[in-house]
């Protein structure tokens, strides 16, 4: 029985972040269902924990039919033919040289599993993700909505060593960048609520010696949004400029209790929901055990506006106050 002889590992990165507390619980409540023990680590943001935690999950259930569910720490290029020399495709080929499963989350891995599936075809290996590029395509057409008449953007990256963060980056671009009524500037927030309220709290004081503040701030995550609200918040009352608290603010993951809530206070002006992946790893996974079916290589998971785009009413046009 699978109950009995099976285990998942799944790989997260810190506790600090509701969006993977919310992935441990969509992996545990899909593990109940099937029946199929989850053992979950985090990496506390670094790469050579994550491998200790991978090496020892291996070991430690070596007589068990198991396999690595991971959002990695660092991302594997696939532009390259050749990925031996990176540390974490030579970790994923001594896992899966034992039969163990490794399922890649929310990165742009499709090269990697891609040499890994060919070299190993008997063990599950597998891409499941949120569709980035399409994430901020709907940013962008949110920007469109809420600006018709364009505007000046702020975006808040939140680490571009991630890919995630790049194709969100490059799906905004396809909608806006090209357009020059929609001024782009660019800081990293690092994912972080506190790390982005600083980073745009900066940025707003040079805009302010100008007099060039932002139209509209689109963050990658909903976290990073409720941090340029926090500094959009402190730099009116430096200013004594009531107006900018007005400055509309997009997001994005879209948890029901975080962003579709503080879109639903007027917090934020949008969200976009991104599926939790770990649910839908454990799930397929379970799946392809019991059938013995392969798994897709590649999911990409369709994602959405919060609200739908046509709801979204045009915001007012800040002063550009000098």
Same mark, same amino acid.
């Given at each position: ?73 660092? @991302? ?108 782009? @500037? ?35 995550? @909903? ?100």
């Amino acid at each position: 029985m699978i109950e009995r002889e099976s285990r998942i590992g799944l790989f997260l990165l810190t506790r600090e972040s509701s969006h993977q507390q919310a992935s441990q619980r969509a992996a545990e409540e899909a593990a109940v269902r099937h029946g199929v023990p989850v053992d979950v680590s985090f990496a506390d943001n670094l790469a050579v924990q994550q491998a200790q935690n991978i090496v020892k999950f291996v070991h430690a259930n070596a007589r068990r039919r198991t396999c690595v569910i991971l959002m990695p720490m660092a @991302d594997i290029d696939s532009s390259t033919d050749s990925f031996d020399a990176h540390p974490l495709h030579r970790l994923a080929r001594r896992v899966a040289a034992r039969g163990v499963g490794w399922i890649v989350l929310n990165r742009d891995g499709h090269g990697q599993v891609a040499a890994l599936q060919r070299e190993f075809p008997a063990v599950p290996i597998a891409l499941i993700t949120p569709d980035q590029q399409e994430f901020g395509r709907v940013q962008g057409r949110q920007v469109r909505a809420l600006l018709p008449r364009g505007g000046r953007i702020l975006h808040v990256l939140g680490d571009t060593v991630a890919s995630s963060a790049r194709d969100r980056r490059t799906g905004l671009r396809e909608v806006v960048g090209a357009d020059t009524a929609f001024p782009i @500037d660019e800081v990293d927030g690092r994912w972080s609520r506190s790390e982005t309220q600083e980073a745009v709290g900066k940025w707003l004081s040079h805009a302010g010696k100008r007099g060039d503040w932002p139209d509209l701030i689109a963050c990658q995550n @909903d976290a990073m949004a409720m941090g340029a609200r926090d500094a959009l918040v402190e730099v009116s009352r430096t200013y004594g400029r009531r107006a900018l608290r007005a400055v509309p603010i997009i997001g994005g993951d879209g948890l029901p209790d975080e962003g579709q809530k503080w879109v639903g206070e007027g917090k934020l002006a949008a969200t976009i929901v991104a599926p939790l992946t770990t649910g839908v790893a454990v799930d397929s996974l379970v799946q392809s055990w019991r059938t013995g079916k392969p798994l897709p290589l590649v999911t990409r998971l369709a994602v959405s506006s919060f609200p739908a785009i046509g709801m979204l009413e045009p915001a007012l046009r800040q002063p550009q106050i000098a």
